[in-house]
Nanobody, 121 residues
Framework: QVQLVESGGGLVQAGGSLRLSCAAS????????MGWYRQAPGKQRELVAR??????????ESAKGRFTISRDNAKITVYLVYLQMNSLKPEDTAVYYC????????????WGQGTQVTVSS
């Protein structure tokens, strides 16, 4: 089994910052990429940012210049990815989900349980 556990969500005023963390653990052979998606009420889930095992990053246009995705390769048995969110706006309010393409005995996508981010105006 593979588990993705997010943390770091909360309530912040517009212009503030939050840092989300995601830890992937379990029977992992390798991870092709880890990323963050978000889903606001009444909207589809959308990609925010992702980072490959080679360190390449992709960002949604709405996240460029404000959000930074990074990873911690220091751990041996736990894969960590972070999303630093600065200059937050009310429209960033959503449930943020960690996502990973994981190789165990085969490749599968895994999701975390989500963490709420609320930005007040």
């Amino acid at each position: 089994q593979v588990q993705l556990v997010e943390s770091g969500g909360g309530l912040v005023q517009a212009g503030g910052s939050l840092r989300l963390s995601c830890a992937a653990s379990g029977s992992i052979f390798s991870i092709n990429y880890m990323g963050w998606y978000r889903q606001a009420p009444g909207k589809q889930r959308e990609l925010v940012a992702r980072i490959t095992n080679g360190g390449s990053t992709d960002y949604a246009e709405s996240a460029k210049g404000r959000f930074t995705i990074s990873r911690d390769n220091a751990k041996i048995t736990v894969y960590l990815v972070y999303l630093q969110m600065n200059s937050l706006k009310p429209e960033d309010t959503a449930v943020y989900y960690c996502n990973a393409l994981v190789r165990t005995s085969k490749y599968d996508y895994y999701w975390g349980q989500g963490t709420q981010v609320t930005v007040s105006s």
